[in-house]
């Protein structure tokens, strides 16, 4: 599906645009702030897909580098005056430098003991935010001080809640976006070949290691993003909000969405955060709702192996099918 | 001052021996069955749980550490049969994560059951002990110790000399030739599952008492006890016992440096993590065909 | 499998009849109007929020404060009209905090909140009570947030001020000079305690030393060590009751009750941990409490009583926080019965929440007062016990605490009157 402006892609935009005008108009309070957490943590869902999908590498510090990313926004928010955009921007490069680093195990090395590297940074994370907290306005480095946090910049025309919950549809769409323009450039054609064979793709010339870390940069750099987003949803961000086990919980609803599209992604935002608030909203105790998703998870892991957006792709294709076979 | 670095390398041999204990139960079921269970805390945590609520039903003591052990067979043994097949050709990875639906649903049903008030799990070895090097050391701790050391070298001693063990060894080694061999390859894994099941029944049961009796924290216990096994690269047992008790040592020592004290936590995860970039240090290609 | 369902639920069975508090000889419970007559009128919709799941349940002050509301809506409700009182969870999830608040406040367009129960919300919706007028009655808090905000009035008195009673009472009568105040290493809660600590004793000329751990460390034995490395004479618990029965079981171990002073602050006093603490430390542990004992004969304490036996539900928790729901939510009816039925919203009962000042209640050992203000701390004077005979006796009856904390809170008391 390469990008042109055919019917399929103006479709598209076309949808994106109603859904970003119309959309919040639907929803009570509740509901977009409830969205517009889900849509955030679908865009760190997009990072995680990506290197599974591409290089079959795992990334269990996902929600640790979103703490990242919203720890950077916070930090240039109370120490300069840039617009939330650009610390959105610099937030995103930021963690994708240190996506980068962590990825420097990932060079020798897959499966399940990049995957534990990768924990055993979510949880030294943990610690960390949990020690020095995130900055609220305070003095120095840290920018932590005992009172309740500061005002956090949003955008002049998303300093509403609907508003705010426009603005992140629109950047999940651009990240998207950008993200799907890979698989057609230089770096999607030299994760595919790294995937087949790592010696054939350095025998073609392809500078396997250099790929290999812009993946991992380019997942950190969505996390960072979805990070300052959070961050500016919040308005402020507590360490609560970065655990390891999530960490773990975000890989495995990215494989429950499906890796292989963006959609995917979109749904593991979902079940992340959509999900729990409706079950807490029907009044279901937290303990109730745990064993209803830990179920729910494990059905959908051994069920669906290509992710409920394989198997909604696949259905909405067998259809198309059924459909131009009767047109032959 | 000799006295008080003695005084935390006791404390920290006691605290490491229970990371080690739930390193090698980690170790011993993904040799076997290529699983690591992120479960594993949370069947440590009901067992304890279930041992408490037993010995408050006033059963005596044995029966209650049965009871624990037991449980923690059976919910080891219900995944590994029931769900763990159907993931048997899913990526290592992907097994694993997997194991965190279990996790969720033993938690919640721990919060179903009990109610979130104070508890104590309290063990009769409590109340004896021994003066280590200034520390009073009790014999639950030593237990807890012992027990780390022997179940290293049973184990090993088993997979050795025992039929089973031979089986779990090939099983490890590749499982497509093993069941072409005509290992019983259900059979062996189910050992595994209980083997491992007990462990985590027993390290639940030490984390009750030694730690607290506090299902959330015995969950979680499972990341730093990766870090042990991490150190044992997933296969060895004598290295996840050694990674595991020096975690607990350094961990305690940094109580002496102020500037690092309440960041002691960390500990497992730096370990860990400059394990994992020593053990690769030596590999220069990139061709990393299985993990 | 039917089977082990049916053995964990009797189990579950088990356990809370184990747990459940002694019954109290009872008076009939007494609420708003008392009219006897239930209330019909158009409802006053009014919000709650508790924090419940791992790592605790805050949902004490929100039940006790349902239970009275049930009361009270039984008994005339508010001059006819019956309080509908809408309670959420937000998990100890700051962002499930900022949706269920803003549901409440915006969607639900709640009059005020009552009986809040949340650490993690605190922090979160600060700002958005703010912004939308609205008052927060809370009683469960332990957070620096909740007692540094102008629309946030907390009930109970959270770590700091029952901190520095149990450490006031160690300096005077145990001759304490170096504490150690063992907490959470986190900013606004750990931090924030512990700094006020080490400064009150400065302040007494005395000595305290901080130390924090991590939430989810596993080595208490070490903190524990530390504290004897460092050399001091009394240990602090500035920790919730479960870490802090964790340690005791650890210097239990050490030989350590009679190495050191044993005191905390309230979080250690809770229905069913007298079991819990063991005869070893039969009179060597010192618990500061924030409001009455549970068993006092105080009239609006066998009211709580009363109320949570007829109105409450099977398995609400009776705990200071409970009691504190309980006091704030009769605290809120009072004031609102004062208001024309018809006129009551946001605007008046956000200044009629304002306009409480000198409330009595044997439950508090002072006054309580909102008024107008950048930060609320009415309750800061408690009570000492002392863990005896398998359960807490009272050492000493209500009294203060001296630190610069207080300064602007002193000032409060003295421009409403209150205090000359």
């Not at chain 2, 499972?222 to 991490?230: D, K, L, R, S």
Request: proline letters at 4%.
């Amino acid at each position: 599906m390469p990008l042109r402006f055919d019917i399929k892609n103006t479709f598209t935009l076309v949808l994106v645009l109603a859904v970003i005008v119309l959309f919040p108009l639907l929803l009570s309070s509740l509901w977009v702030k409830v969205v517009t957490s889900a849509l955030i943590f679908s865009l760190a869902a997009l990072g995680v897909s990506v290197v599974f999908a591409q290089l079959g590498l795992i990334n269990l510090s996902q929600i640790a580098l979103v703490g990242v990313g919203g720890w950077v926004l916070l930090r240039l928010n109370y120490a300069t005056e840039l617009p939330f955009t650009v610390m959105l921007v610099l937030g995103g490069i930021v963690t994708a430098s240190i996506g980068a680093l962590l990825a420097l195990p990932a060079l020798r090395m897959r499966g399940l003991y990049l995957a534990l590297v990768t924990l055993m940074a979510a949880g030294a994370f943990q610690i960390l935010f949990n020690a020095f907290q995130f900055p609220n306005g305070g003095e120095g480095f840290w920018g932590v001080a005992q009172q309740s946090a500061g005002v956090v910049r949003r955008p002049a025309f998303a300093q509403s809640d609907a508003n705010y919950l426009r603005y992140v549809i629109s950047a999940v769409a651009i990240c998207i976006t950008v993200v799907g323009l890979h698989r057609y450039a230089a770096p999607g054609r030299a994760w595919a070949m790294t995937r087949q064979s790592e010696a054939n793709a350095m025998a073609a010339g392809v500078n396997v290691t250099f790929y290999k870390l812009w993946a991992f940069a380019l997942s950190g750099c969505v996390a960072g993003i979805a990070g300052g987003l959070l961050a500016g949803a919040l308005q402020q961000l507590d360490a609560r909000s970065f655990l390891a086990g999530d960490s773990i919980l975000l890989f495995a609803l990215a494989i429950v969405g499906g890796v292989y599209h963006w959609l995917g992604a979109i749904i593991a935002g979902l079940l992340f955060k959509l999900l729990p608030a409706l079950l807490n909203d029907f009044g279901l105790s937290a303990d109730i709702a745990m064993v209803i998703f830990g179920a729910a998870l494990l059905h959908a892991i051994m069920t669906a192996p290509q992710g409920i957006a394989g198997q909604l792709i696949g259905a909405i294709s067998s259809i198309g099918k059924k459909g131009s076979a009767t047109d032959d | 001052m000799l006295k008080v670095y003695g005084l935390f390398l006791v404390s920290g041999l006691a605290v490491g021996s229970l990371y080690a204990l739930g390193g090698i139960g980690l170790v011993i079921l993904r040799r076997s069955t290529g699983v690591l269970n992120f479960a594993y805390g949370a069947i440590a945590a009901v067992s304890a749980m279930m041992c408490w609520q037993v010995l408050q039903w006033g059963a005596p003591g044995p029966i209650a550490w049965g009871i624990a052990i037991l449980v923690g067979v059976t919910l080891s043994v219900f995944y590994g049969r029931l769900l763990a097949p159907s993931l048997a050709w899913r990526e290592p990875a992907v097994k694993a994560v997997a194991t965190l639906g279990y996790t969720l649903i033993l938690l919640g049903m721990v919060g179903v059951i009990w109610d979130d008030s104070p508890r104590k799990l309290v063990l009769p070895t409590d109340k004896e002990g021994v003066w280590i090097l200034g520390v009073r050391v009790t014999v639950t701790r030593l237990i807890a110790f012992g027990s780390s050391i022997f179940v290293v070298f049973a184990m090993i001693q088993f997979l050795d000399r025992t039929r089973i063990g031979l089986n779990m060894r090939a099983l490890a080694d590749n499982r497509d030739h093993s069941a072409l061999l005509g290992i019983p390859v259900i059979k062996v894994e189910t050992m595994a599952w209980t083997i491992s099941g007990a462990l985590a029944g027993f390290t639940g049961l030490m984390f009750g008492d030694l730690v607290r009796l506090d299902p959330t924290v015995i969950t979680f216990m499972v990341i730093p006890a990766t870090a042990a096994a991490i150190c044992g690269r997933l296969t060895s047992l004598p290295w996840t016992l050694i990674g595991g008790l020096s975690i607990g040592v350094l961990e305690a020592m940094l109580t002496l440096y102020k500037p690092l004290a309440p960041l002691r936590a960390m500990t497992p995860f730096i370990v860990a993590g400059c394990v994992i970039l020593w053990m690769q240090a030596g590999q220069r290609l990139t061709f990393a065909a299985e993990e | 499998m039917k089977n082990l369902t049916k053995l964990l639920s009797v189990s579950a069975l088990l356990a809370a009849t184990y747990i459940t508090t002694p019954a109290y000889a009872e008076d009939a419970p007494v609420c708003g109007m008392n009219s006897g007559q239930a209330a019909t009128g158009d409802p006053i919709k009014v919000g709650g929020i508790n924090g419940n799941a791992p790592p605790g349940d805050f949902s004490g002050g929100t039940d006790a404060a349902a239970a009275y509301f049930a009361c009270v809506n039984a008994n005339g409700g508010i001059n006819g009209r019956p309080i509908e009182y809408i309670v959420e969870n937000d998990q100890w999830n700051p962002e499930l905090a900022g949706q269920v608040g803003t549901k409440l406040v915006k969607d639900e367009g709640v009059v005020a909140l009552v009986g809040n129960g949340s650490v993690v919300s605190m922090a979160v919706n600060a700002k958005l009570y703010k912004d939308e007028g609205v008052m927060a009655m809370a009683s469960a808090c332990a957070i620096s947030d909740c007692y540094e905000n102008s629309n946030i009035v907390s009930t109970n008195q959270g770590p700091l001020p029952s901190g520095i009673g149990a450490l006031k009472y160690a300096v005077e009568e145990l001759g304490t000079e170096h504490a150690a105040c063992i907490g959470f290493n986190i900013p606004n809660n750990g931090g924030w305690a512990c700094d006020w600590m080490n400064k009150y004793m400065e302040s007494k000329g005395k000595k305290g030393t901080s130390i924090l751990m991590d939430p989810t460390a596993v080595d208490l034995n070490s903190v524990y060590l530390q504290a004897l490395a460092e050399g001091v004479d009394t240990i602090l618990l500035m920790l919730p009751s479960g870490p802090a029965i964790g340690l005791l079981k650890v210097a239990e171990e050490q030989g350590g009750r009679d190495q050191f002073k044993w005191v905390s602050p309230t979080p250690i006093y809770e229905p069913g941990v007298e079991k819990v603490i063991g005869d070893y430390w039969d009179g060597h542990l010192y618990v500061n409490i924030e409001l009455a004992q549970f068993d006092s004969k105080g009239a609006d304490n066998k009211n709580w009583v009363a109320v949570m036996n007829k109105y409450g539900k099977e398995g609400d928790r009776r705990d200071t926080f409970s009691q504190s729901g309980f006091i704030s939510a009769k605290f809120f009816t009072d004031a609102l019965l004062k208001l024309d039925a018809a006129s009551i919203d946001r605007a008046s009962v956000t200044k009629a929440i304002k306009g409480i000042v000198g409330a009595k209640s044997d439950l508090l050992c002072g006054a309580y007062y909102v008024g107008e203000a950048d930060r609320h701390m009415p309750n800061h004077a408690g009570r000492m016990m002392v863990y005896k005979n398998g359960g807490f006796e009272t050492v000493r009856d209500c009294y203060d605490i001296d630190t610069a904390y207080l300064d602007p809170i002193r000032a409060q008391e003295k421009a409403l009157g209150i205090t000359k």
